[in-house]
């Protein structure tokens, strides 16, 4: 099902507005501190899983999502089908954040066997931590 929006002419902005640029400062990182606050987890999630539930999405949904948006597609099936194996019922919050159609070449190497999972090594990880210690930290 294609869903359209028409807006007439009273409806529509006179002008796109963008918000940030208008803030006395830079916005806080809201999502790490929900981290530090305990209301979010970070996860990790193999890119292999990602596209296969971005693929999913648009079978569905009717359209392809940014790779970015496929991470959090995922992680939201992993808690569906383990509020399903409890017994649970829950409400799943999760942001798509653009379309995929910058990124179709990511999506036939998936189809083609072409991608491959991949973790960073530690060593990696801790080596550009250590590019952050002179910055700033959140009270």
């Known amino acids: 099902m294609d869903i359209?929006?028409?807006l007439?002419?009273?409806?529509?902005?006179?002008?796109?507005?963008?918000?940030?640029?208008?803030?006395p400062a830079v916005p806080p990182p809201l999502v790490s501190q929900a981290?530090?606050?305990g209301l979010a987890t970070p996860m990790a999630l193999p890119q292999l899983e990602s596209y296969g539930a971005a693929l999913l999405w648009a079978r569905t949904e009717g359209f392809v999502v940014a790779p970015e948006s496929?991470?959090?597609?995922?992680?939201?099936i992993r808690e569906a089908n383990k509020a399903k194996e409890e017994g649970k019922e829950k409400v799943?919050?999760?942001?798509?954040?653009?379309?995929?159609l910058m990124d179709l070449a990511g999506y036939s190497k998936f189809l083609n066997g072409e991608l491959t999972d991949y973790s960073l090594p530690q060593e990696e990880i801790d080596k550009a931590e250590k590019e952050l210690?002179?910055?700033?930290?959140?009270?």
Do not use: Q, T
Request: glycine fraction near 8%.
């Open 8 to 23: 007439d002419e009273s409806e529509m902005p006179r002008r796109w507005y963008n918000v940030a640029a208008d803030l």
């Open 4 to 6: 359209k929006i028409f």
């Open 92 to 100: 799943i919050l999760l942001n798509v954040s653009g379309h995929g």
């Open 70 to 76: 496929s991470h959090a597609i995922a992680a939201a």
């Open 35 to 37: 981290v530090k606050c």
């Open 133 to 139: 210690d002179g910055l700033p930290k959140i009270g």
